[in-house]
Antibody, heavy 127, light 111 residues
Framework: EVQLVESGGGLVKPGGSLRLSCAAS????????MSWVRQAPGKGLEWVGR??????????DYAAPVKGRFTISRDDSKNTLYLQMNSLKTEDTAVYYC??????????????????WGKGTTVTVSS | QSVLTQPPSVSEAPRQRVTISCSGS????????VNWYQQLPGKAPKLLIY???LLPSGVSDRFSGSKSGTSASLAISGLQSEDEADYYC????????????FGTGTKVTVL
């Protein structure tokens, strides 16, 4: 069974840093593309960013609100995904989910979706 | 600020059918596949529809998706109380400002 378990959330002051982890099991993590998605209290879903598998280049992409502040990385030897969050703002307060992703081209159209989701970890940025 | 627009809420009686719209543009729905996610109260989201109209294994065939131009729709037939949830459309966006975008979300209430 595919499982994703996030950890590392908590209370942090504005301007501070936090690192989230996502422990993966039940699939070949090194082959997986992974994303972080967040949800502010009472709000909708917001994609944070993704990391490709090392065989596909291991590159990262980020949403505009977090670009330059957040860094996604992976340790395939530990089957773990990370989200390093720096220069945190109050608007970063949210539940953060990690996901396994699938993407590619089919009939000349690009598809990308989040296949499996973890239960999430809560980050609160407040003074 | 989402680039995919959904109605905030829809409601219908049990056993009826509801449809949720998702309006986008040529840079997202017009060019790329649309997905739908279901989020039950207090739970993590779950993939409901992918590539416009495909159901993942285990998802009830009471759910169906469609796409036309720069809009997409999710239909739920034979509405049940367990379908009461938030539903989000999503797609890859080719524009410079965003990459993967979610819709604004629709709350489905079973009367």
């Amino acid at each position: 069974e595919v499982q994703l378990v996030e950890s590392g959330g908590g209370l942090v002051k504005p301007g501070g840093s936090l690192r989230l982890s996502c422990a993966a099991s039940g699939f070949t993590f090194s082959n997986a593309w992974m994303s972080w998605v967040r949800q502010a209290p009472g709000k909708g879903l917001e994609w944070v960013g993704r990391i490709k598998s090392k065989t596909d280049g291991g590159t990262t992409d980020y949403a505009a609100p977090v670009k330059g502040r957040f860094t996604i990385s992976r340790d395939d030897s530990k089957n773990t995904l990370y989200l390093q969050m720096n220069s945190l703002k109050t608007e970063d307060t949210a539940v953060y989910y990690c996901t396994t992703d699938r993407g590619g081209w089919l009939q000349f159209r690009y598809y990308y979706y989040m296949d499996v989701w973890g239960k999430g970890t809560t980050v609160t940025v407040s003074s | 600020q989402s680039v995919l627009t959904q109605p905030p809420s829809v409601s219908e009686a049990p056993r009826q059918r509801v449809t949720i719209s998702c309006s986008g543009s040529s840079s997202n729905i017009g060019n790329n596949a649309v997905n739908w996610y279901q989020q039950l109260p207090g739970k993590a989201p779950k993939l409901l529809i992918y590539y416009d109209d495909l159901l993942p294994s285990g998802v009830s065939d009471r759910f169906s998706g469609s796409k036309s131009g720069t809009s997409a729709s999710l239909a739920i037939s034979g509405l049940q109380s367990e379908d009461e949830a938030d539903y989000y459309c999503a797609a890859w966006d080719d524009s410079l400002n965003g990459l993967y975008v979610f819709g604004t979300g629709t709350k489905v209430t079973v009367l």
